[in-house]
């Protein structure tokens, strides 16, 4: 039985119908997460999808609109769980601790959308609960992130024309500097495939604080 998993988070077809996915930091992002789940399943480990649903809200996340499903590309296999969250991280609004007891997990690599909502979200609190974690950079999607007085109505060339908008590059690099040596150790899919030898980054254990 393995001791490691594979969470991929809200990759779906949802973000494809939001206007500023055309900016977005990753357009491999099927192709990377692809990788990723073939390496996890070559090595026997467990891979769990997650996707997220806003049910009642009318929005892309409704799941009465139909996009709450895995981007065309990528689909679980027999015995792979398919949990639907409504909160940003994995854990909180569904089984996946008790999906991971039952299957002897300790070690969850994460990849997905979004680098800083989501998929950092459910890296904090998995460390939190004594995962060792590590976090796929290359295997996430960011976006232009607006300043928190912009208007919620703000469109997307109002966003990117904004100078208080954070660039993908920004909001990865931030990402990366909270979670490393804190909450999980940072990889690129060509490290955690076996494609290229690990960097050396800084590896934190599950209990590090501070």
């Excluded at 040596?181 to 030898?197: H, I, L, M, N």
Aim: with cysteine; aromatic share 6%; hydrophobic share 40%.
């Amino acid at each position: 039985m393995s001791r490691a998993a594979l969470v991929v988070i809200d990759v779906q077809e949802s973000f494809r119908q939001r206007p500023i996915w055309a900016y977005g930091s990753n357009p491999d992002i099927v192709g990377q997460v692809g990788r990723l789940v073939d390496a996890a399943r070559r090595r026997g480990d467990l891979v769990v999808w997650v996707l997220h649903a806003e049910p009642g809200s009318g929005g892309v996340f409704d799941p009465a609109g139909g996009h709450v499903r895995l981007i065309d590309g990528l689909a679980p296999v027999d015995g792979e769980p398919t949990l639907v969250k409504t909160s940003h991280n994995a854990f909180t609004t569904t089984n996946l601790q008790q999906v991971l007891t039952v299957a002897g997990i300790r070690e969850i690599t994460v990849c997905g959308i979004r680098t800083e909502q989501c998929v950092e979200t459910t890296t904090r609190v998995g460390c939190d609960l004594g995962y060792e974690m590590t976090f796929v950079t290359d295997a996430t999607v960011t976006f232009p992130t607006p300043h928190r007085d912009l208007p919620a109505t703000a469109t997307v060339a109002e966003i990117l024309a904004d100078p208080r908008t954070l660039s993908t590059e920004e909001m990865i690099a931030r990402t990366e500097y909270a979670l490393a040596g804190r909450f999980a150790t940072v990889r690129t899919v060509a490290e955690v495939t076996g494609a290229t030898p690990p960097a050396g980054r800084e590896r934190v254990g599950a209990g590090a604080r501070g």
